[in-house]
């Protein structure tokens, strides 16, 4: 069996762990951090715990394939519950819209808003089935190494319409403005513009319908936590703090790293579930790379980018008509998304996501008090745009926007506040243009498009995580560890 070194301790990277050392392999981790997670990293605050990443668990049978791998049940490490209502959807004008597994709810909610569209739902939804099977059941967890399995597939797609993007497929069936938004969102969870993103990605509303939507009880951490309670019963080593700096070189293989200490590791497989684009450009001397140059690296569309602000309260906002998860859409959505992601300026409107998890979980706060953040969608660091000067009154306006709205008197009962902006994903988690979720999921950067799982520069180099195929979200992410285990067991 191979000495492997994984680069990142993300879910790609603990994902792909658990699979190579189930093989047999040796695994060691390198996380930059202090904490295993990458993006699904724990703040911890004077008694308030906030998830920073991925909150929305969907297909989580497979989570349930992992622990199976190693003969083991999940159940036992982590507990997920569903959530009801999935998500509560806003629009400016205050009307509601809860999304839920319940195909008759979900019905009653089109009727009370457009009752004209209630019938254009039920094919809308019909319509989506076979675009989950062909693009989750068939392709998410296959790879794309070849441009002849992108044209074994290719018929299939246009059948489908794939090359439509998600707003306009929904726009088919959906005639209300304010539905066509609750259904054409979703590629937002994955860096995606709806107005851009393929109408195959239409495909996580009827993933959501067949699966549901979950939350870990002890939030997405606990996950992470288990995760590397596993990994520990396997024999696998996570180093903390042992940020990789190097890629070392040797014709086209990669024979190990050099950490930011100068220490040298060496490996038979190096799997990175770090950024992608940066795992090129800065882990890489442009002498050995001669498809993804620096130029081709720049020429490529990266999504949009986050500002997230993590709060804690004195006083808990129960009677807040809100859920775990809100979603408040701004009074424009093209024009939004357009400044967001082709204008790539920063708008003086916004639209939100709410994360509250003491509304299920109060420990998550001392007693009293409510721990939940707010998330806005922002252009990437290629807007240039000068987030010292700017994150002060953004922040502002959102909490100013909250407190007029839905969190009464929030400002005088903020006890625990942090935020993040563009710079963050650039700076601590290595993203490439402080893209939050690496490469925009357009139909010319997806499958064979998107940077494949196993190096084209490299023979022995793999990805894992958001940048890779079949992209972000976990479900992509989880998939992806699961092909880098099929084609790594293949080549040994």
Known sequence: MSRV?????????????????????????FEKQDKPGGKAYVLEVDGFRFDTGPTVITAPFLFDDLWRAVGRRREEYVEFRPCH???????????????????????????????????GYRRFLASTRPIFQKGFIELADQPFLRFRDMLRVAPDLARLRSFESVYRYVSRYIKDDFLRRCFSFHPLFIGGNPFYASSIYAMVHYLEREWGVYYAV????????????????????????????????????????????GSVRRADIVVSNADVAH???DLIAPRYRRRYTDHRLRSLRYS?????????????????????HTIIFGPRYRGLLDDIFIHKRVADDFSLYLHMPSRDEPDVAPPGCDA??????????????????????????????????????????????????PRHFQRRQNNYLGAAFALEPTLLQSAWFRPHNRSE??????????????????PGVLSSALIVERLVSHRC
């Open 5 to 29: 070194i994984i680069i990142g301790a993300g879910f790609g990277g603990l994902a792909a762990a658990v699979r190579l050392a189930a093989r047999g392999h040796e695994v060691e981790i």
């Open 85 to 119: 209502p999935f998500y509560r959807i806003y629009d400016d004008t205050g009307r509601h819209f809860d999304h839920s597994a319940d195909e008759a709810a979900v019905l009653r909610e089109i009727e009370r808003i457009n009752p004209a569209d209630v019938e």
């Open 218 to 261: 002890g939030g997405t951490g606990a996950i992470v936590d288990a995760m590397v309670r596993l990994l520990r019963e396997l024999g696998v080593a996570i180093h903390l703090n042992a940020e990789v700096r190097e890629l070392i070189v040797e014709g086209r293989r990669i024979r190990g790293v050099v950490l930011a200490d």
């Open 279 to 281: 795992t090129y450009a």
């Open 304 to 324: 949009m980018s986050l500002v997230v602000i993590y709060l804690g309260t004195r006083r808990t906002y129960h009677d807040a008509p809100l859920v775990r």
């Open 372 to 421: 939940f953040y707010v998330l806005s969608p922002v252009p990437n660091l290629a807007s240039q745009t000068d987030w010292a000067t700017l994150a002060h009154p953004y922040r502002d306006a959102i909490i100013g926007f909250l407190e007029a709205r839905f969190l009464p008197d929030l400002r005088k009962n903020i006890v625990v506040e942090r935020m993040v902006d």
């Open 457 to 474: 520069e490299f023979e022995n180099l793999y990805f894992v995580g958001a940048g890779t195929h079949p992209g972000a979200g976990l």
